[in-house]
C-alpha cells in the first residue's frame, strides 16, 4: 500500500460527459502528480500540484482541469468526454523531503471507460 | 525528442535466470535521476529501484540491481533469479534536475516480462 488513496477506481461514462477523479496524497507529502496511462500513449504526464499551487504542466487537454485543496487532496475534472479520454488515470505523490531521491509514490489508478 | 527509450516490448525469461531490461536515456541537465517502476497485471505502479546521476555505485534493491552507465546514457534494470511474480511490465522513467520541488517523472514506454516456469 503506497498510502495513495485515490477514487473511484472504476468509472463509465457516456461521451460528451463530465468526471472527477479525486486523489489523497500521503501523509505529509505536499505535491501532487497527475498521469494518463493509455494502451497507445503510454504513460503521460499531466500536472503537478505543489502546495496548493500548479507546478509543472505536461500534455494536459484544456478539457482537463486539476486543483489541489487546503487539506492537500487533489481533483482532476475531465469535461467533454471523448472515446479516446478512456484509459488509467494516476495521482502520485512524492516525498516533501528534497534530500530524498524523489521517488513518486503512486496510487492504484482509476480507470475511466467512455463509451 | 524520445526522453527515455525502452527497445524491448516483450521478454522472457526462465524462472531462477537474471534478466537484464534496457533503458537509455537522453538529458542535457547534469543532475538528474533514473528510477525503475514495476507494473503488475493488477495495474498499481510500485518503485524498485533509484539512480542518482551523481551516484558513483550502482544502486541494489534486493534482487534489482541497476547498471548506470552514464557515458552511454543507460540504466538498464537487472533481476536476478527470476520468479513467477516478477511477471509484469516493467516503466524507466527520468526525473531532471528537481529544483523547484518539481520532481515529474518522464516514463519510457515499458517492457513487459513474462517468467517461465
Known amino acids: 500500500d503506497s498510502g495513495v488513496t485515490q477514487t473511484p477506481k472504476h468509472l463509465i461514462t457516456a461521451t460528451g460527459q463530465r468526471v472527477t477523479l479525486r486523489c489523497s496524497p500521503r501523509?505529509?507529502?505536499?505535491?501532487v502528480y497527475w498521469y494518463q496511462q493509455s494502451l497507445d500513449q503510454g504513460l503521460q504526464f499531466l500536472i503537478q500540484y505543489y502546495n496548493g499551487e500548479e507546478r509543472a504542466k505536461g500534455n494536459i487537454l484544456e478539457r482537463f482541469s486539476a486543483q489541489q485543496f487546503p487539506d492537500l487532496h487533489s481533483e482532476l475534472n475531465l469535461s467533454s468526454l471523448e472515446l479516446g479520454d478512456s484509459a488509467l488515470y494516476f495521482c502520485?505523490?512524492?516525498?516533501?523531503?528534497?534530500?530524498?531521491?524523489?521517488?513518486?509514490?503512486f496510487g492504484e489508478g482509476s480507470r475511466l471507460t467512455v463509451l | 525528442a524520445q526522453k527515455i527509450t525502452q527497445t524491448q516490448p516483450g521478454m522472457f525469461v526462465q524462472e531462477k535466470e537474471a534478466v537484464t531490461l534496457d533503458c537509455t536515456y537522453d538529458?542535457?541537465?547534469?543532475?538528474?535521476?533514473l528510477f525503475w517502476y514495476k507494473q503488475p497485471s493488477s495495474g498499481e505502479m510500485i518503485f524498485l529501484i533509484y539512480q542518482g546521476s551523481y551516484d558513483q555505485q550502482n544502486a541494489t534493491e534486493g534482487r534489482y540491481s541497476l547498471n548506470f552507465q552514464k557515458a552511454r546514457k543507460s540504466a538498464n534494470l537487472v533481476i536476478s533469479a527470476s520468479q513467477l511474480g516478477d511477471s509484469a511490465m516493467y516503466f524507466c522513467?527520468?526525473?531532471?534536475?528537481?529544483?523547484?520541488?518539481?520532481?515529474?517523472?518522464?516514463f519510457g514506454s515499458g517492457t513487459r516480462l513474462l517468467v517461465r516456469p
Open positions: 501523509s505529509g507529502d505536499l505535491s
Open positions: 502520485a505523490s512524492s516525498f516533501r523531503d528534497r534530500g530524498r531521491t524523489g521517488e513518486l509514490f
Open positions: 538529458t542535457s541537465d547534469p543532475s538528474y535521476g
Open positions: 522513467a527520468m526525473r531532471e534536475g528537481g529544483g523547484d520541488s518539481s520532481y515529474k517523472l518522464i
